[in-house]
């Protein structure tokens, strides 16, 4: 995905998580559609692996991207519930999301694991989406930016090569789901943090989403931010309406 657009490019992702169905999939997608068609962002789509293959024949020849929402780090075998990377891949998959903070909380999953994971996907030519995002404790105590930098170090770790590759997503823990959002200012403050990381290591292109409560009613002050290269729109991903008010937010501010 990443090679195929210019740097920095403003980017919106659709999180759909474990929602939709057959019926509200393909009507949500005829909307987008159109909508979607020559935006000035890229904009894709993350959803439930069992739709996979619905999405893939209803977004044939559309500027909508498609991708997952896990991916297992491991290439094949007696991994039972799992999806490797080549399994995305042949259905067309430009990206997965790696390291949610759902996945970190409700499955466990360690900073570690989120680069295995990364590194996998990359091997099948997808791109991975770098999921990063403190607690709303974590927070009140001052350890943000602290947070944010122990979550990517096994990321930057793989090195500037594979992390050129790569799309990092800062979602807020207590932002996700719950109608609170980052001010535009509390939310570039960290992104500013991350893009210092990656300019450190010589990847000041890659792009920096936000995620948690994006709506299209404060996409465009966040967007407007120098160093928020887009969203990852988790339940506004669901609404034709509020995720094309996105989608042109977006635009609007490249």
């Given at each position: 995905?990443?090679?195929?657009?210019a740097?920095r490019?403003k980017l919106?992702?659709g999180n759909?998580?474990?929602?939709?169905?057959?019926?509200?999939?393909?009507s949500?997608?005829?909307?987008?559609?159109?909508?979607?068609?020559?935006?000035?962002?890229?904009?894709?789509?993350?959803?439930p692996?069992?739709?996979l293959?619905?999405?893939?024949?209803a977004?044939a020849?559309?500027?909508?991207?498609?991708g997952?929402?896990?991916?297992?780090?491991?290439?094949?075998?007696a991994?039972?519930?799992?999806?490797?990377?080549?399994?995305?891949?042949?259905?067309g998959c430009?990206?997965?999301?790696?390291?949610h903070s759902?996945?970190?909380?409700?499955?466990?999953e360690?900073?570690?694991?989120?680069?295995?994971?990364?590194?996998?996907?990359?091997?099948?030519?997808?791109?991975?989406?770098?999921?990063?995002g403190?607690?709303?404790?974590?927070?009140?105590?001052?350890?943000?930016?602290?947070?944010i930098?122990a979550?990517l170090?096994?990321?930057?770790a793989?090195?500037?090569?594979?992390?050129?590759?790569?799309?990092?997503?800062y979602?807020?823990?207590?932002a996700?789901g719950?109608g609170?959002t980052?001010s535009?200012?509390?939310?570039?403050e960290?992104?500013?943090a991350?893009?210092?990381?990656?300019?450190?290591?010589g990847?000041?292109?890659?792009?920096?989403?936000?995620?948690?409560?994006?709506?299209?009613s404060?996409?465009?002050?966040?967007f407007?931010?120098?160093?928020?290269?887009?969203?990852?729109?988790?339940?506004?991903?669901?609404?034709?309406?509020d995720?094309?008010?996105?989608?042109?937010?977006?635009?609007?501010?490249?």
């Open positions: 995905m990443s090679a195929s657009i740097s490019r919106v992702l759909w998580k474990m929602n939709g169905s057959l019926a509200a999939n393909a949500l997608l005829e909307a987008l559609k159109p909508v979607c068609t020559g935006a000035v962002a890229q904009v894709g789509v993350a959803a692996f069992p739709y293959s619905q999405v893939q024949l977004l020849g559309s500027d909508i991207l498609w997952a929402q896990d991916v297992s780090a491991q290439a094949s075998g991994f039972t519930g799992e999806v490797s990377a080549a399994m995305l891949a042949e259905f430009r990206f997965v999301l790696v390291g759902e996945r970190r909380s409700l499955h466990a360690t900073s570690e694991q989120v680069a295995a994971k990364a590194t996998a996907a990359q091997g099948a030519g997808l791109t991975p989406v770098v999921c990063v403190e607690s709303l404790a974590e927070r009140e105590a001052g350890q943000t930016l602290a947070v930098e979550q170090a096994p990321v930057l793989l090195g500037a090569q594979a992390v050129a590759g790569m799309v990092i997503a979602e807020p823990v207590w996700i719950t609170r980052a535009p200012e509390q939310a570039q960290v992104h500013a991350i893009r210092a990381q990656l300019a450190a290591l990847v000041p292109q890659v792009q920096v989403l936000y995620g948690g409560s994006v709506k299209s404060n996409a465009a002050s966040l407007a931010m120098a160093d928020i290269d887009g969203g990852l729109v988790g339940g506004a991903a669901l609404d034709a309406k995720f094309a008010g996105i989608v042109e937010a977006a635009g609007q501010a490249a």
